[in-house]
């Protein structure tokens, strides 16, 4: 898990860098779409506003080092980072019961569905791999003759489209049993593999009609924003998301660099 984790941290700060250049020119190119001249903030504000990262950039930190560092597994780290959230919802005088309320039946609602859908998904991959569905792709790709290089892109492209569908979840349980025997039967890096995963998942969340992060925008937009408006929106974000993912590809050592250099 630390090695994943490590693997994730130079493509994440990587698409960041990505994201952060194309706002810059585009609000370069037209003011109009960046914020009002009225809410422009001087260097000192801006600074200032840091402190209200303090407590939670602490907490990440924590988390994410006792994953590393294998103090804890993930599951022990998550009750960490919930304890944490709660004692800095206490400190900031925000900790109440409907708050908790609100948390825990909108978490018992979450995990209710992605349960059904990992037992599907459970099934599903059980039935899959028993009739032999995998050994038969590989059979395929050998008698096609494919470049690795190009059997890794139509995974990638088949996670792109699973993700329009699909919930990562279920196509994790879904995928795996076929896609990685092939991979190491290639001879790549799974570790390399599932960090092209997360960036296509992250494409998937910005792909109608299921893209979770759409409709979390369209919950805080103004109501003159319709849905339409963030589809369109969003395909630029996407394209980056996919020039992303092809950088990763075709240069592996930026998942692969850090991982190597701490493990």
Known sequence: MGKLFAAGLIPGLMLAGIYITYILVRCRINPS????????FTAKEKILSLRFL????ILIVTVLG????????????????AFGSLVIAAIQRRLNWDM???VMLTTTK??????WIT????????IYVGLGAGQIVGELIEDFDLSPIWVIIAMLATYFVLGMFLDDFAIVFITVPLFVPIVRELGYDTTWFAVLFILSMQSAYLTPPFGYNLFYMRSVAPPEITIGDIYKAALPFVA?????????VAFPQIALWLPSLLF
Do not use: D, H, N, W
């Open 100 to 102: 908790l309320r609100y």
């Open 66 to 81: 006792c994953i590393i560092g294998g103090v804890t597994s993930p599951s022990e780290a998550s009750a960490i980072g």
């Open 119 to 126: 037992i599907a998904a459970v099934f599903f991959s059980k």
């Open 240 to 248: 980056l998301q996919i020039i992303g993912l092809a950088l990763v």
């Open 54 to 57: 303090i407590a939670p950039g």
């Open 110 to 115: 979450l995990m209710g569905m992605l349960m």
């Open 33 to 40: 779409m960046g914020p009002p001249a009225e809410e422009q």
